[in-house]
């Protein structure tokens, strides 16, 4: 399985923006769909975004639709979430999944799809 390692988090005001950063180490990252999901205090964990094996397809949930955007980087093994006018509601820990595929278009919303996680990284806004 690839070792998924998340980076990117902290503490940001309200309407700022964040990057994270999910490095792949012992597999190829060209090889796999990739999610964003996040949990909050007390809640269960939720899907964010997906981005297809070729990086021609993304799903976001509703919530942060024209605000984050997945994207891949298969020459430095890196998936990105770029996170912009974040609200307090965004606060929670982030985590990146990943998911062995041969099909190069199909992107997974649900957690159970995955087969490799990171560790994760918090992410608290302010207001």
């Known amino acids: 399985q690839v070792q998924l390692v998340e980076s990117g988090g902290g503490l940001v005001q309200a309407g700022g923006s964040l990057r994270l950063s999910c490095a792949a180490s012992?597999?190829?990252?060209?090889?796999?769909?990739m999610g964003w999901f996040r949990q909050a205090p007390g809640k269960e964990r939720e899907f964010v975004a997906a981005l297809s094996r070729s990086g021609g397809n993304t799903h976001y949930t509703d919530s942060v639709k024209g605000r984050f955007t997945i994207s891949r980087n298969n020459a430095e093994n890196t998936v990105y979430l770029q996170m912009n006018s974040l609200t307090p509601e965004d606060t929670a820990v982030y985590y990146c999944?990943?998911?062995?595929?041969?099909?190069?278009?199909?992107?997974?919303?649900?957690?159970?799809?995955?087969?490799?996680w990171g560790q994760g990284t918090q992410v608290t806004v302010s207001s």
């Open positions: 999944a990943g998911r062995r595929t041969y099909y190069g278009g199909s992107y997974y919303p649900n957690p159970d799809d995955y087969d490799s």
């Open positions: 012992g597999r190829t990252l060209s090889s796999y769909a």
